[in-house]
């Protein structure tokens, strides 16, 4: 008791020292270290075999620039976004099942790779890869869809209550960082998955995309894949 008492004075008082100097620094040293990008883009391109960390690289490409359509774009992602998306493949204390499942329902491959990330990493990771660049953003595909795409994302689609994707994602689909992710240069495969996900109820349940998606077709999701992953 003595000495958790002596610690407890000595922590106070170094604290108000701290303080006494500087509010900013005081802050910092209460709360978590601050992201190092160096040390995610370690992670990122090398992995971790003695903790089981698969390196990032070998599925979503050099600097998060993706060659395949399945596995997401990263680069360029606002970081806030990554780290609440690493996050919610784990299972959090208490929960059942991970916040996000992959699009058929089943465990997604990324809950078993954030399973073994701590939370610096997660944070190391997402800080380096959303200061990397979209070298080789995805294009829409289809020209049949550019007009009805265009439409939702413009103006949404009011007769199902559905509201314009630019409101949120930024009229050329660059995202708000801290609130919403960048959707330009994504595959537009991808896109589709990820809403036919949330409409399904395996992610992110709660979220403003759960009931947006819920309201569209799939010709309308399609479409406004197709035409947000050609926005730039
Ligand atoms: C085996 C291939 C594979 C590896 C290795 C992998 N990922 Fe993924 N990642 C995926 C797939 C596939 C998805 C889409 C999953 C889904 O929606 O269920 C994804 C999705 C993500 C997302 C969500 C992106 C978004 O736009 O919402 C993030 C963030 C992510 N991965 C980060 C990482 C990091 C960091 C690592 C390394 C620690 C990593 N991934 C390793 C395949 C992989
Ligand atoms: C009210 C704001 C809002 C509107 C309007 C909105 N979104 Fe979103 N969107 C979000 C938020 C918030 C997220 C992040 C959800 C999460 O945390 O998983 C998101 C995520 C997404 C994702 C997942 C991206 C990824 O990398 O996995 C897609 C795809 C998406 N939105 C498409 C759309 C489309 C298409 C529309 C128009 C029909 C739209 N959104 C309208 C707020 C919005």
Redesign the pocket.
């Known amino acids: 008791m003595k000495r958790v008492l002596s610690r407890l004075v000595l922590a106070s008082g170094l604290l108000f020292c701290v303080a006494a100097v500087s509010p900013s620094i005081a802050a910092d040293a209460a709360g978590p270290a601050k992201p190092d990008a160096a040390k995610g883009a370690q992670l990122y391109e090398q992995g971790d075999a003695a903790r089981g960390v698969v390196a990032c690289v070998s599925c979503h490409g050099a600097a998060g620039n993706s060659t395949i359509p399945v596995n997401?774009n990263l680069a360029a992602?606002a970081h806030e976004?990554l780290y609440?998306?690493l996050l919610?493949f784990r299972i959090l204390e208490g929960a059942k099942a991970p916040t996000?499942m992959g699009a058929d329902g089943s465990p997604s491959v990324m809950s078993a790779m954030a399973g073994s990330l701590t939370d610096a990493d997660m944070q190391n990771l997402a800080v380096y890869l959303a200061q990397q660049k979209l070298t080789a953003p995805a294009t829409a595909t289809s020209e049949k869809t550019v007009e009805l795409g265009q439409k939702?994302?413009r103006a949404?689609n009011p007769d199902r209550n559905?509201?314009?994707?630019a409101?949120?994602?930024s009229p050329n689909g660059a995202g708000i960082p801290s609130?919403?992710?960048r959707?330009s240069g994504?595959y537009p495969s991808?896109?589709e998955t990820?809403?036919k996900s949330?409409r399904a109820g395996n992610?992110?349940v709660g979220?403003?995309?759960h009931q947006?998606a819920d309201r569209?077709s799939d010709t309308d999701i399609k479409a406004?894949?197709d035409y947000?992953a050609g926005l730039r």
């Open positions: 997401p992602q976004y609440k998306q919610s996000r939702i994302w949404g559905v509201p314009a994707c409101g949120c994602h609130q919403y992710p959707l994504q991808y896109i990820q809403l949330f992610r992110a979220s403003p995309m947006i569209m406004v894949s947000a």
